[in-house]
């Protein structure tokens, strides 16, 4: 069952006992950026329900962005959720939107230059429970975000 929120759909009856109780975690990664749409992209597949989450990312090191990204879809039990970002590029960074848009370019030297934070959030305290990093190093806690120990490779499309 899919559900575009975290409700039963109607007619539907679950007990305690059909509601996922273990932990919440990312289970899966992916940017990706079509230059013909200049669209970026970023889906994170969990293993049971968020509050949603924040990604920071940079090109640069010096030029930071931060947006939030939201449950698109959850499995009525709190098995799963699964978040998406999509962001349209513009090209003045003043421009820019924490839920629609980004100044990153989708061309060659950003997508071989991009590094990222990607943090979930617990859905009942809202503070987060999994991230994930991605890119060249890059001091995460030096500019203010909290610590992060899992990197991961990701293969932006």
Do not use: K
Request: charged share 20%; net charge negative.
């Amino acid at each position: 069952m899919l559900l575009s929120s975290c409700a039963a759909p109607p007619g539907t009856t679950l007990t305690p006992d059909d509601f996922y109780t273990g932990e919440t975690s990312i289970d899966a990664l992916s940017v990706s950026c079509s230059a013909d749409q200049d669209e970026w992209t970023v889906q994170v597949d969990t293993v049971g329900w968020t509050a949603g989450g924040e990604l920071v990312w940079t090109a640069d090191g010096q030029y930071l962005e931060e947006h939030s990204i939201v449950s698109d879809e959850a499995d009525s039990s709190g098995a799963w959720d699964l978040l998406l970002l999509e962001l349209n590029v513009v090209a003045d960074p003043r421009d820019q939107s924490r839920s629609s848009s980004t100044a990153l370019l989708c061309d060659p030297p950003t997508r071989e230059t991009l590094r990222g934070l990607l943090v979930i959030l617990d859905p009942e305290t809202e503070a987060a429970i999994d991230c994930r990093t991605w890119g060249a190093p890059f001091g995460w806690e030096a500019a203010g975000y909290s610590p992060c120990d899992t990197s991961e490779v990701i293969e932006i499309r």
